[in-house]
Structure formats: C-alpha cells, structure tokens
C-alpha cells in the first residue's frame, strides 16, 4: 500500500531555514509526480511545490517562489522541501501527496515560524 512519512518540522524563528523530507513506499515512484501541500490553521489546504516525474520540472505557489525548493532522489525514493528566508505566514502543517489510483496523504509534519 502507498504510504507517505513526513519528517523535518518544526519551530524556526523568521528568516530562518527547514529541510522537510518524504519517505515514499507501495507505488513506483519514479512514475508520479510529487507534491508537497500546507494548511494554516482556518484556512485551506493549498500547493506548495510539485515536481515531475524525473525531477526536470518543478511548480510552486507564487508565495513561496524563491524561498522553496522541491527535489527528489529515485534512489531513496525520497521527495524533499528545503526552505528558506521562513515567514510567519509559512507556518502550517506541511503534507506529502502523490496522485496514482486517487490521492494519497502523509500524516503531515508541523512547521512553526515565530520568535
């Protein structure tokens, strides 16, 4: 079965830098794009970053563009969120999601940007 695990969340103080990581398994990876989602308290869930298949292209949220970067590694199957200059708007628990059959989901991971 797909199963996603988040992993790198947690408390940074603005300006400052997390790495989150995605441990992929139950499906051939190397043949979905990956997605990495944030939902902020009250409000919706919403994309992040997405990336191909073989990591060539990459999308991100116009809120994010140039601070994040979305990468994966086929030979861990790993799919990776390094982010940087955080704002408190970027605080939300961040998702792992890959679409094969339907829409699969980690449980997520918590980033708090705060001083």
């Known amino acids: 079965q797909v199963q996603l695990v988040e992993s790198g969340g947690g408390l940074v103080q603005p300006g400052g830098s997390l790495r989150l990581s995605c441990a992929a398994s139950g499906f051939s990876f190397s043949n979905y794009f990956m997605n990495w989602y944030r939902q902020a308290p009250g409000k919706e869930r919403e994309l992040v970053a997405q990336?191909?298949?073989?990591?060539?292209?990459?999308n991100y949220a116009d809120s994010v563009k140039g601070r994040f970067t979305i990468s994966r590694d086929k030979t861990k199957n790993t799919v990776d969120l390094q982010m940087n200059s955080l704002k408190p708007e970027d605080t939300a628990v961040y998702y792992c999601n890959v679409f094969t059959d339907r829409n699969y989901w980690g449980k997520g991971t918590l980033v708090t940007v705060s001083s």
């Open positions: 990336i191909s298949r073989l990591g060539t292209s990459t």
